[in-house]
């Protein structure tokens, strides 16, 4: 059975820059939340998706969004890079909504912003 | 107070040696409990979750959890050098129950 597999692995954007990362869940799995993991902070919050809609949003700002697609892929997009964007983006997915059950974490994208 | 708190360590432990990890939270009413284990330049990976007070055991794994004095623990017996590495608690909390994440304490086991 396939992970949760996350594109693409590594990135380098410039500041002012616009990404889209992308995350495609475990088959059948139709709840995706997003992290942002830095040193300092840890894994922080982003959003979680349930067959389509927004289930819960952290306190990142509005550059921060994401969508769910209809098979259950996540999109995460970050407009205006910042330096302090650079970190390790975690997809993980759930079969079932909310943060009662746990997570299968994909492999991860990591944001270098020059 | 930071809702969710770890020794950062580095907690070193014998191999063969029993490693505990200890966690303790804010928000009382919190309802799921989880360990995570990432090795460096990993993604994390679960290894235990438990939601109501004691002990739940899964191998070598104890996941021991106090409600009343607000922290979870994760005991590693005959712990391997293969245990080496971040050991992540998470705590659902607040109203909209957002999974609240520590930052980890190192273990390194010594052969």
């Known amino acids: 059975k396939a992970g949760v597999t996350q594109t693409p692995r590594y990135l380098i954007k410039t500041r002012g820059q616009q990404v889209t990362l992308s995350c495609s869940p475990i088959s059948g799995h139709r709840s995706v939340s997003w992290y942002q993991q830095t040193p300092g902070q840890g894994l922080q919050f982003l959003f979680e998706y349930f067959s389509e809609t927004q289930r819960n949003k952290g306190n990142f700002p509005g550059r921060f969004s994401g969508r769910q697609f209809s098979n259950s892929r996540s999109e995460m997009n970050v407009s205006t890079l910042e330096l302090g964007d650079s970190a390790l983006y975690l997809c993980a997915s759930s079969s079932l909504a909310g943060t009662d059950y746990g997570y299968t974490f994909g492999s991860g994208t990591r944001l270098t912003v020059v | 107070q930071k809702e969710v708190e770890q020794n950062s360590g580095p907690l070193s432990v014998p191999e063969g040696a029993i490693a505990s990890l200890n966690c303790t939270y804010s928000d009382r009413g919190s309802q799921s409990f989880f360990w995570y284990r990432q090795y460096s330049g990993k993604s994390p990976e679960l290894i235990m979750f438990?939601?109501s007070n004691g002990d739940k055991e899964d191998g070598r794994f104890t996941a021991q959890l106090n409600k009343a004095s607000q922290y979870v623990s994760l005991l590693i017996r005959d712990s391997q050098p293969s245990d080496s590495a971040t050991y992540l608690c998470a705590v659902n909390a607040g109203n909209n129950r957002k999974l609240i994440w520590g930052l980890g304490t190192s273990l390194a086991v010594n052969p």
């Open positions: 438990i939601y």
